[in-house]
């Protein structure tokens, strides 16, 4: 069955870095573009970073632009999410996502905490 599992969550300091990982298997990884997304309690889902199935092309959001790398190894089926000079708004729970237009397919992970404080 499909899997993303993510890790790397956890406290923080302000200014801190911390690098997430989200690890798939279940189905052909080098066909989806994956992203990022993150929710902060009573907050929407937001998308953080999307990379596209090869990690030709990338975007992010603007509140994480020029802090934030999203980058993909397609040989161990993995996508990373490098987090840099970290703000206390970017506590959230983390979500990997897998998706392929073909099959207007979505699979997500179950996520993992991020705080950042003092």
């Known amino acids: 069955q499909v899997q993303l599992v993510e890790s790397g969550g956890g406290l923080v300091q302000p200014g801190g870095s911390q690098r997430l990982s989200c690890v798939a298997s279940?189905?052909?990884?080098?066909?989806?573009?994956m992203s990022w997304y993150r929710q902060a309690p009573g907050k929407e889902r937001d998308l953080v970073a999307r990379i596209s199935s090869t990690g030709a092309s990338t975007n992010y959001a603007d509140s994480v632009k020029g802090r934030f790398t999203i980058s993909r190894d397609n040989f161990k089926n993995t996508v990373y999410l490098q987090m840099n000079s970290l703000k206390p708004e970017d506590t959230a729970v983390y979500y990997c996502?897998?998706?392929?237009?073909?099959?207007?397919?979505?699979?997500w992970g179950q996520g993992t905490q991020v705080t950042v404080s003092s």
């Open positions: 279940g189905f052909t990884f080098s066909n989806y573009a």
């Open positions: 996502n897998a998706h392929r237009a073909l099959y207007n397919a979505d699979y």
